[in-house]
């Protein structure tokens, strides 16, 4: 049955369903073993977008069923289908994104609640901002679910936006009253966020609208700057930072007591490591296990021209 709707047939389910087929069947796993957490088969039809099959089933099936972990096909709908699949080769283009429009509001107005919340307090407007829709996003604001509604890890709506790297659904949070200085409860700010995820006109967005770019994780300590020279070099958001105030000389304190120098050298990221030298960054301050960032470079062989006529052109104040 599920193959069949997968594929949109129909009558092939219909068939399936007279022969005695269980129409309250759950979902055991997707064939790449990925658990589906017993979803039902209108939860299919709206992960695939099956419009006849949804307007088949949602007069056999309650439309605010839930899963195991509380997801109603609601939420299923309000994500695209080629978010949820691993091995769908469909372009999501502006086709499918009209039907899932139409999908959603049919949903909507066969009784689905927009009120729902997932095992992990999931909201809807969780999934349309993580997903970037606009409409759906002031829709459901204007429909009063608060934008700052958080879930059990303490994410808003506000998050997911940017960490998808949607702007314009961050502006529309914003203006509708979401909060800019919310935090998770592992301290990530949006700032943190945005820069973990690379979004560079978010980074600028955010500063522009008064983000702390020294503000640290709970846990590890680290600022946004420790975290764009982590995992990967990107010179523009360490510049942007350092530009706009974020502490050079700065330590987390659970990762070590490595200030962003050492943490560049680390990971070999010279042109972050240069912007850093520029701004101020000292090569000398040892860590919480006695090396310097320049001891580290020489061990590791890093650029040996890195700390020659090492002279800053931007001077900032001292880093606690």
């Given amino acids: 049955m599920f193959e069949a ?34 979803q039902t088969l209108l939860h299919e039809a709206c992960k695939w977008n099956r419009l006849e099959i949804i307007e088949y089933l949602i007069s056999r099936l309650d439309v605010n069923i839930k899963d195991e972990l509380g997801i109603t096909p609601l939420m299923v709908a309000t994500v695209s289908a080629k978010s949820w699949s691993d091995d769908r080769h ?14 959603i509001r049919y949903l909507l107005s066969k009784g689905a609640n927009p009120f729902d919340k997932s095992e992990s307090g999931m909201t809807l407007l969780h999934y349309a901002a993580m997903e970037g829709l606009n409409w759906f996003v002031e829709d459901l604001i204007d429909a009063k679910i608060d934008p700052n509604t958080s879930d059990s ?26 909060n800019l ?10 700032i943190h966020l945005a820069v973990g995820y690379r979004h560079a006109d978010l980074v600028q967005f955010l500063i522009q609208n008064g983000a702390d770019v020294n503000a640290k ?19 523009q958001i360490v510049r942007l ?37 520029e701004y101020g960054a000292d090569p000398n301050i ?3 296990r006695g090396e310097s960032p320049s001891e580290l470079a020489k061990k590791n062989g890093v650029s040996a021209d ?15």
């Fill in 306 to 320: 890195l700390f020659k006529n090492n002279k800053p052109k931007f001077t900032k104040k001292k880093s606690k």
């Fill in 153 to 178: 890890r303490g994410w808003t709506p506000l998050h997911f936006a940017v960490t998808s790297g949607h702007k314009h659904v961050v502006e529309i949070l914003i203006r509708k009253g979401a």
């Fill in 217 to 235: 994780l709970f846990d590890g300590g680290e600022t946004p700057l420790h975290i764009a020279v982590n995992k990967s070099d990107d010179p």
């Fill in 5 to 38: 709707v997968r594929k949109g047939e129909l009558q092939e389910l219909e068939s399936l369903i007279a022969r005695g087929k269980n129409i309250f069947a759950t979902k055991q796993s997707y064939p790449s073993g990925l658990r589906s957490h017993r």
């Fill in 181 to 190: 200085k919310a935090k998770t409860e592992e301290g990530f700010t949006l």
């Fill in 241 to 277: 930072l350092l530009a706009n105030g974020a502490l050079p000389n700065i330590y987390d304190f659970g990762r070590g007591k490595n200030t962003p120098l050492y943490i560049a050298v680390k990971h070999n990221f010279v042109e972050s490591a240069k912007i850093l030298l």
């Fill in 90 to 103: 469909e372009d999501f283009n502006s086709l499918t994104a009209s039907i899932s429009s139409q999908k």
């Fill in 286 to 288: 040892k860590n919480g």
